[in-house]
């Protein structure tokens, strides 16, 4: 016999990545997110998913931009504050100690520890319940040396069940 459940239980663990948004010199933000995958090779295209009402969105709206930064795992304690967190209520740079530091083509900041960088312009967005895919064409992408040259692997940072983001769809 099978038994009803959360569909979302299934697709996780998944990678998280912290997107920027905003201006390095002006208001900006951090949000993360697991909805983020490649959507296509030519053109390169990543899509993320992320909430309607979220200051993120506000900000990827406003600029036509974002970068997707791949946090090592060491960084796990800075995603969840990124992920729990509003922009609208706190500076998430100020309160996690992470770096930002200027992207080389568009304004939204990288995040100096993370070890890969996608920087993305928005070619599209569609509206997807309570979130907005933004597809980004990615127009550059760079790592951390070692990691380029294949001398070491990225141990992504992995997360269980957000039990708590999610806790709305449990029938307990």
Same mark, same amino acid.
């Given at each position: 016999?099978?038994?009803?459940?959360?569909?979302?239980?299934?697709?996780?663990?998944?990678?998280?990545?912290?997107?920027?948004?905003?201006?390095?010199?002006?208001?900006?933000?951090?949000?993360?997110?697991?909805?983020?995958?490649?959507?296509?090779?030519?053109?390169?295209?990543?899509?993320?998913?992320?909430?309607?009402?979220?200051?993120?969105?506000?900000?990827?709206?406003?600029?036509?931009?974002?970068?997707?930064?791949?946090?090592?795992?060491?960084?796990?304690?800075?995603?969840?504050?990124?992920?729990?967190?509003?922009?609208?209520? $706190?500076?998430?740079?100020? =309160? @996690? &100690?992470?770096?930002?530091?200027?992207?080389?083509? %568009?304004?939204?900041?990288?995040? +100096? !520890?993370?070890?890969?960088?996608?920087?993305?312009? $928005?070619?599209?967005?569609? =509206? @997807? &319940?309570?979130?907005?895919?933004?597809?980004?064409? %990615?127009?550059?992408?760079?790592? +951390? !040396?070692?990691?380029?040259?294949?001398?070491?692997? $990225?141990?992504?940072?992995?997360?269980?069940?957000?039990?708590?983001?999610?806790?709305?769809?449990?029938?307990?």
């Amino acid at each position: 016999m099978k038994t009803d459940v959360e569909y979302l239980r299934f697709m996780w663990p998944m990678r998280h990545f912290l997107i920027t948004s905003g201006d390095i010199e002006g208001k900006s933000n951090i949000i993360a997110v697991s909805f983020c995958m490649p959507v296509s090779k030519e053109p390169p295209l990543i899509a993320c998913a992320i909430g309607k009402r979220f200051y993120s969105s506000e900000l990827i709206e406003e600029t036509g931009e974002f970068v997707v930064n791949v946090p090592p795992q060491e960084l796990r304690r800075q995603i969840q504050y990124c992920g729990f967190n509003s922009g609208y209520d $706190v500076d998430k740079f100020k =309160e @996690t &100690g992470l770096t930002p530091k200027p992207a080389r083509k %568009v304004k939204a900041p990288i995040i +100096d !520890e993370c070890e890969a960088h996608m920087e993305c312009k $928005v070619r599209q967005e569609i =509206e @997807t &319940g309570d979130k907005r895919l933004f597809i980004g064409e %990615v127009i550059e992408a760079y790592a +951390d !040396e070692a990691l380029a040259r294949g001398e070491r692997s $990225v141990e992504y940072a992995k997360g269980d069940f957000p039990k708590r983001v999610y806790a709305i769809r449990f029938r307990e």
